[in-house]
């Protein structure tokens, strides 16, 4: 008896808290969007700190993500090309190589990547600020925390997240032409046919927006949670951790509404 | 001892780095736009082509209109026309819309994966070109309607076949029949006495065929008399003609005749119309001769009437 009311005490606190972590990041997200359409914010004063983790987050990772996604295109593609050979289909495999890989993986992948290599470091060196009270330390110095360091962390994942994933559909849709004619030249006309034929403008808006929306997800949720979570309040599981798993619902909630826009 | 801290680039440097970043996405995201802009025929010069369909299913906004397997033109639009019929608005771009006739025709095929394609065929490449703007009718295919027909005809089929193939059907009655005529063929008699049905018949018919070849046999040697009496060194034919030579020279020797008897002819015809305008002379002098005699009677009448020794001419009767 007693322990079935410890037991839904804690989960009533559970939801609370998780509400209120949700709340704190869609209101931080929030404020991170409205500073990135003023126009204010890209003065000469925050420059400094944007050109810094845009350098940081985008440049080390451009040729090892470009190298990682030319090799999985080509896997990808060849395989595809191949089955649809052996029944019959090529007609259907160059359309298929551009839905599978250029509108659903490409946005996946760089999202994930920046969320490993980028966007949770540095919610965990927010955290870590927020615990030594650097932050605090900051607003009573008169900086700006929100300007200074959480907004060009989360705005450089968001610019990681879009440069990787344009850049690695590009290169997916050379390479897939590439593999399916050659250096020939003359199937160019056709392909961008096909290619034209898949992006219409409602599946060209839902992979715009998907990817922006990955952007937001991999770069808010981790930052979110570690500027609002605390350590001592769940010892089972760590601040990290309830980060990246809110992260991966709203990642598998994105790539639901994208496939609805698309096929439905 | 500490681990110095990773140097850090300058802030110039990582401004022109965030630059080169951004210029780098905003170069990727413009060249893709245009590029799908050009995909997507944005930039291309079309003129619009109208098809009427009765079902417009499996068409969709986008498709392309293929004339000898390349896309010419896409669908643009698909509406209800005022009678209920389909329209669908195809965009053909103007540099393949030569190719594209009024005696074109129009398909609209749908497969049986459901794969639905419009297609166009020109057969004849000198008639006017189809203007902008012009409605046809597209005839339309569809595999999977056919299927139920093709299955409807296949069970009937296989239903006559099954009567066909029955043990009580004709076929098996024939092939027995067939079975039983090829078993006579190879016992003794053979064709012969499947022919005539009994051997008795048979004898008769192989002794009609001996005296026919009897008979043969002597026409032949008629045939052969008859030929050295005709055709023979004393033969009909030679005498035949002997005689021919005969009545030819005969009828040479007429033919000198006839010319010199038309000769004669020739001449007595002059006789004749001489003889002819001589008449009609003699008539005429006949007529004078007589008109002087007359006068000339006058004149002695009047001289008797006149001279003394006139006589009474009068005659009394008794």
């Known amino acids: ?264 | 001892m500490s681990e110095p801290a990773p140097l850090q680039p300058s802030p110039e440097r990582l401004e022109r780095r965030a630059v080169l970043l951004l210029l780098m996405l905003v170069a990727l995201v413009g060249a893709t736009a245009v590029y799908l802009l050009h995909a997507r025929g944005v930039f291309e010069s079309t003129q619009r082509l109208v098809l009427m369909a009765d079902d417009s299913e499996g068409v969709v906004v986008g498709m392309d209109l293929t004339f000898s397997g390349f896309p010419i033109g896409r669908v643009a639009r698909i509406e209800l026309a005022e009678d209920g019929n389909a329209r669908i608005l195809v965009d053909v771009s103007r540099k393949d819309a030569h190719w594209l006739r009024t005696s074109s025709v129009f398909t609209l095929s749908r497969g049986l994966v459901g794969n639905t394609s419009i297609r166009a065929y020109s057969g004849i490449l000198t008639d006017p070109l189809l203007p902008d703007g012009a409605q046809r009718k597209v005839l339309a295919g569809d595999a999977s309607a056919e299927m139920p027909r093709l299955v409807s005809a296949a069970r009937e089929l296989v239903a006559n076949l099954t009567t066909l193939t029955a043990a009580d059907a004709a076929l098996a009655g024939m092939l027995a029949n067939t079975r039983s005529v090829t078993a006579k063929l190879d016992q003794p008699g053979g064709a012969m006495g499947l022919l005539t049905g009994n051997p008795k018949d048979a004898a008769r018919v192989m002794a009609t065929l001996d005296r026919t070849n009897q008979l043969l046999a002597r026409v032949d040697g008629l045939v052969r008399k008859a030929d050295a009496q005709v055709f023979g060194p004393q033969g009909l034919a030679v005498d035949t003609q002997a005689t021919v030579r005969q009545v030819q020279a005969l009828l040479g020797d007429a033919r000198g005749s006839l010319r010199k008897v038309d000769a004669l002819l020739e001449e007595a015809q002059g006789v004749a119309s001489n003889a002819r305008v001589a008449s009609a002379d003699l008539g005429t002098l006949r007529a004078e001769v007589e008109a002087s005699l007359r006068k000339v009677e006058h004149l002695v009448n009047e001289v008797n009437r006149r001279w003394p020794l006139a006589r009474d001419t009068e005659l009394k009767l008794p």
């Open chain 1, 1 to 264: 008896m007693v322990s079935s009311v410890l037991d839904s005490h804690r989960l009533g606190r559970a939801v609370l808290h998780g509400w209120s972590a949700w709340r704190h990041i869609v209101h931080l997200g929030a404020l991170v969007g409205a500073l990135a359409l003023s126009p204010v914010y890209y003065g000469r004063r925050w420059r400094g700190a944007l050109a810094l983790h845009l350098v940081r987050s985008s440049w080390p990772l451009l040729p090892w993500f470009t190298l990682l996604s030319t090799l999985l295109s080509v896997i990808i593609i060849r395989i595809v090309l191949v089955s649809a050979r052996s029944y019959g289909l090529t007609q259907y495999a160059l359309e298929m190589v551009v839905r599978v890989l250029v509108l659903e993986l490409i946005p996946m992948t760089a999202a994930l990547f920046v969320a490993m290599r980028v966007t949770i470091p540095a919610a965990g060196e927010l955290a870590a600020m927020r615990r030594s009270d650097a932050l605090e330390a900051l607003r009573a110095s008169g900086g700006d925390a929100l300007r200074g360091e959480i907004a060009p962390r989360a705005l450089a994942g968001m610019f990681a997240v879009t440069l990787l994933a344009a850049l690695s559909s590009v290169i997916a849709l050379l390479l897939a032409y590439l593999l399916s004619y050659g250096f020939s030249p003359w199937a160019i006309e056709r392909y961008t046919r096909i290619v034209g034929h898949v992006f219409s403008p409602v599946v060209t808006l839902v992979f715009v927006l998907k990817t922006l929306a990955l952007s937001a997800a991999v770069s808010m949720i981790p930052i979110g949670s570690g500027m609002h979570d605390r350590e001592d309040r769940y010892g089972d599981t760590s601040v990290e951790l309830r980060g990246l798993v809110r992260m991966f619902v709203v990642i598998l909630l994105i790539e639901a509404a994208s496939l609805l826009g698309n096929y439905l």
